[in-house]
């Protein structure tokens, strides 16, 4: 099945620092997800990205599908941006199975 | 409007026990999803149903797990008997259709002693 591997495994910035994440996932994808766990456990759904680029407030998120990754953006970050970064890919079977990648741990620092 | 809804939110319970993990899916979304997060394996999907129907329990660990969903509202995980390593984060996660966006509940931490 398809792999997904994240990096960096952790991450830590200053308040107001800029800062890309990345996901590489090793087949083709028909859905490839951002999601941020945030310090209480909760998993929020940031973007539904198989391909191209969207952008909601501070984040944004790029992938290029034909070469097989995706970016995630955090501009100006906040102490509340702090949590684990998942990204989460389908591949080509296009049922909704997504596996998750090991995750980005931020922390963003006052 | 409401999101996914898990109950209980934590359960402790002795080892051998049945446990009963519940998820109301949000309203209108065709597809149900649980998966199952802990430090060594991080997030595993266990199984989900489209229109209530499973259509892959490939994911599910052991007999011991069984899962159902007898209409659009409501699905069950069951774990009989359980064991220690059953100790997990068990989330619900829900979409309109099999391939967009997922939205998690707030998950069940579950401990067997």
């Known amino acids: 099945g398809i792999q997904v591997e994240q990096s960096p495994p952790d991450l830590i910035l200053q308040e107001g620092a800029n800062s890309t994440l990345r996901c590489n996932f090793s087949d083709s994808v028909n859905n490839l997800q951002w999601f941020h766990q945030n310090p209480w456990g909760q998993l929020i759904n940031l973007f539904y990205?198989?391909?191209g680029t969207k952008q909601n407030g501070r984040l944004s998120a790029t992938t290029v599908a034909t070469e097989r990754y995706s970016l995630l953006y955090i501009s100006s970050s906040q102490t509340t941006d702090s949590g684990v970064y998942f990204c989460a890919a389908d591949g080509s079977s296009n049922t909704g199975k997504l596996i998750f990648g090991q995750g980005t741990t931020l922390q963003v620092k006052p | 409007d409401a999101g996914v809804i898990q109950s209980p939110r934590h359960e402790v319970t002795e080892m051998g026990q049945e446990v009963t993990l519940r998820c109301k899916p949000i309203?209108?979304?065709?597809?149900l999803f649980w998966y199952r997060q802990t430090m060594m394996r991080g997030l595993e999907l266990l199984i989900y149903f489209n229109n209530n129907v499973p259509i892959d329990d490939s994911g599910m660990p052991e007999d011991r797990f069984s899962a159902k969903m007898p209409n659009a509202s409501f699905s069950t995980l069951k774990i009989q008997p359980s064991e220690p390593r059953d100790s997990a984060v068990y989330f619900c996660?829900?979409?309109?259709?099999?391939?967009?966006?997922?939205?998690f509940g707030d998950g069940t931490r579950l401990s067997i002693l």
């Open positions: 990205i198989p391909s």
């Open positions: 309203s209108g979304h065709n597809s």
């Open positions: 996660a829900s979409s309109r259709a099999a391939n967009q966006p997922q939205h």
